[in-house]
Structure formats: structure tokens, C-alpha cells
């Protein structure tokens, strides 16, 4: 069965990066595109971007712009979602998501992973 | 992007319908039928409940439906029961493989 399997729970400083990665099994991994989105506590989805895990091709919301990367290992079948200059606004769960056919249909998502940034 | 336009909450008693509109413009939901419907219970990953504006993905119950009309979408459920209570979130594609969610809406089955 398809599975997205997503690194555990962090805590970061306010200026640092973190990187999430996102296991998939179950399928081809570079058959379908992988989402990020986040939510901050008590607030609505947020899409930050996505890679088109055959040909490595990224595509970022303006938003996130300069300060998301998101690539892939094939060989791994696993996605990987790095944020930079973080600040106590980016504490939130970020999801991965596969992308069924066409934006936006998500069939399946991660567990998620909790991102707490404090000093 | 802005948010697509959601009304902050809903709710209805069991076995009634209800409905829950999102608003977007002619970039997003007006240009395009590709719109979504996702629900997420507290704690939980959303689940994606409708695609391509009416299509149900297998397993999700025929009591979900869903419609567009020029710049706004809408999600149906009927015959309300406990376990639809959770928050509910449209998205729609919104040009140069870009999307947009809405802000969300919390349904509460009274």
C-alpha cells in the first residue's frame, strides 16, 4: 500500500534551516509529483512548492520563494523539503503530499512533521 | 496569492445537508476545473474528499459532492453524521503549476 513516511518532530533556532524528508513506498516514486505544504498551529494549509520527482524540476510558491528548497533521492525513493532563515512564524507541521494526475489532487500525505522554532 | 474565501464555520444537525462555499477569482477556480476538497480531524493529515471539482476518489462516501460555478466552488454533504465533524479545506489550481487552499471551514454536526 502507498505510504509517505516523514521524519520526526524538531526544534530550531530562530535563523537556522531544517530539512524534513519524506519516505515513500508503495508505488513509483518517480511516477507522481511530491508537495510540501504546511500549517501553522490553528491556521489553514499553506502550499510551499513542489518537485517533479522523474526529471528533478521544482516549482516554489512566491511566498517561500528564495528561502525553500525541495529535492529528491530516487534512489531512495525520498523527498526532501529544506527551509532556511527560520523564524518563530515558520513553527508548524509540514506535510508532503503525492500528486494524483494533476495539482491539486493530494490522494495521499505524510504523518506530518512538527517544526518548533525558540530560542 | 491570497487565500481562497471560506466561511469560518458551518453547522447542522445529523442527517441534514450542508453546504460550504469557497471564492477564488478568474486565476484560480473561474480558469480552471481543478478544484479539491480536503478534510482533516484535529491532529490528523488532511484527506482529499473530491477532485477535478466533482470526482470522489474511491472509498470516500457518495454523501460528499461537489459543484463549481464561475469563481466559486462548493462542497456538499448530506445526511450528516458525527464522524463529519473536522475542519474542511478547498484548493484550486492557480496557473504556472501553482495552487492556492482556502482559509478553511469547521463543520459542527450538533
Known amino acids: 500500500q502507498v505510504q509517505l513516511v516523514q521524519s520526526g518532530a524538531e526544534v530550531k533556532n530562530p535563523g537556522a534551516s531544517v530539512k524534513v524528508s519524506c519516505e515513500a513506498s508503495?508505488?513509483?516514486?518517480?511516477?507522481?509529483?511530491m508537495h510540501w505544504v504546511r500549517q501553522a498551529p490553528g491556521q489553514r494549509l499553506e502550499w510551499m512548492g513542489l518537485i517533479n520527482t522523474g526529471n528533478g524540476r521544482t516549482k516554489y510558491s512566491q511566498r517561500f520563494q528564495g528561502r525553500v528548497s525541495i529535492t529528491r533521492d530516487t534512489s531512495a525513493s525520498t523527498g526532501y523539503m529544506e527551509l532556511s532563515s527560520l523564524g518563530s512564524e515558520d513553527t508548524a507541521v509540514y506535510y508532503c503530499?503525492?500528486?494524483?494526475?494533476?495539482?491539486?489532487?493530494?490522494?495521499?500525505w505524510g504523518q506530518g512533521t512538527l517544526v518548533t522554532v525558540s530560542s | 496569492q491570497p487565500a481562497l474565501t471560506q466561511s469560518a464555520s458551518v453547522s447542522g444537525s445529523p442527517g441534514q445537508s450542508i453546504t460550504i462555499s469557497c471564492t477564488g477569482t478568474s486565476s484560480d477556480i473561474g480558469g480552471y476545473n481543478y478544484v479539491s476538497w480536503f478534510q482533516q480531524h484535529p491532529g490528523k493529515a488532511p484527506k482529499l474528499m473530491i477532485y477535478d471539482v466533482y470526482e470522489r476518489p474511491s472509498g470516500v462516501s457518495d454523501r460528499f459532492s461537489g459543484s463549481k460555478s464561475g469563481i466559486t466552488a462548493s462542497l456538499t454533504i448530506s445526511g450528516l453524521q458525527a464522524e463529519d465533524e473536522a475542519d474542511y479545506y478547498c484548493?484550486?489550481?492557480?496557473?504556472?503549476?501553482?495552487?492556492?487552499f482556502g482559509g478553511g471551514t469547521r463543520l459542527t454536526v450538533l
Open positions: 503530499a503525492r500528486e494524483f494526475r494533476v495539482i491539486p489532487n493530494f490522494d495521499y
Open positions: 484548493c484550486s489550481y492557480a496557473g504556472s503549476s501553482t495552487l492556492v
Open positions: 508503495g508505488y513509483t516514486f518517480t511516477n507522481y509529483a
